[in-house]
């Protein structure tokens, strides 16, 4: 199990800490995240969504995801009707379609996600501690702001946000 073991004496200690004492039943699962290293489509197939792998890495959203991906999906179906091929070659338009206008962001949020697990005190401290960044952070939930967008903003911030972050707390 790895990582993972830990994941119920992690959520007690979390609870506990916000004053919640008790056995607290949980379920969970992982959830699949793409590293755009298979294709999502087959003949007379295409994964959207979950299936497909498609997830923010870094919150663990995806409905934003699912919504682009099986709306790009219908189209790729719809021409593929039209064309009577539901071939994987033909049905490769939506994989296509779907990772020019999101495979940047997963990539960054993948990136980001990374980075914040390697040193999650350097990160998560001065970050949550910074209101603009939350504040743009919604913009990214939002759908408003690219993660490569945030991302970027971030990495030219982080060094002062962790010097400010370090000079309060001393």
């Given at each position: 199990m790895g990582k993972a073991s830990a994941l119920r004496r992690d959520f007690a200690r979390y609870l506990r800490l916000h004053g919640v004492d008790g056995e607290v039943p949980c379920k969970g699962c992982f959830i699949p995240v793409t590293e755009f290293r298979h294709d999502v489509v087959a003949d007379r197939l295409m994964l959207c969504g979950d299936a497909a792998g498609f997830v923010d890495c870094f919150n663990?959203?995806?409905?934003?995801y699912a919504a682009a991906s099986g709306r790009l999906a219908g189209r790729a179906a719809a021409m593929?009707?039209?064309a009577g091929d539901f071939?994987?070659?033909t049905l490769l338009a939506y994989q296509r379609a779907f990772y020019a206008a999101y495979k940047q962001d997963?990539?960054?949020?993948s990136f980001i996600t990374r980075l914040s697990s390697r040193f999650p005190r350097l990160v998560f401290g001065p970050l949550l501690a910074d209101r603009k960044t939350i504040l743009r952070y919604f913009g990214v939930m939002s759908g408003d702001l690219h993660f490569r967008s945030f991302a970027r903003w971030i990495l030219a911030r982080l060094p002062w946000l962790i010097i400010r972050?370090?000079?309060r707390l001393a």
């Open positions: 663990g959203e995806g409905i934003r593929a009707f039209q071939s994987k070659r997963m990539v960054w949020s972050h370090f000079l």
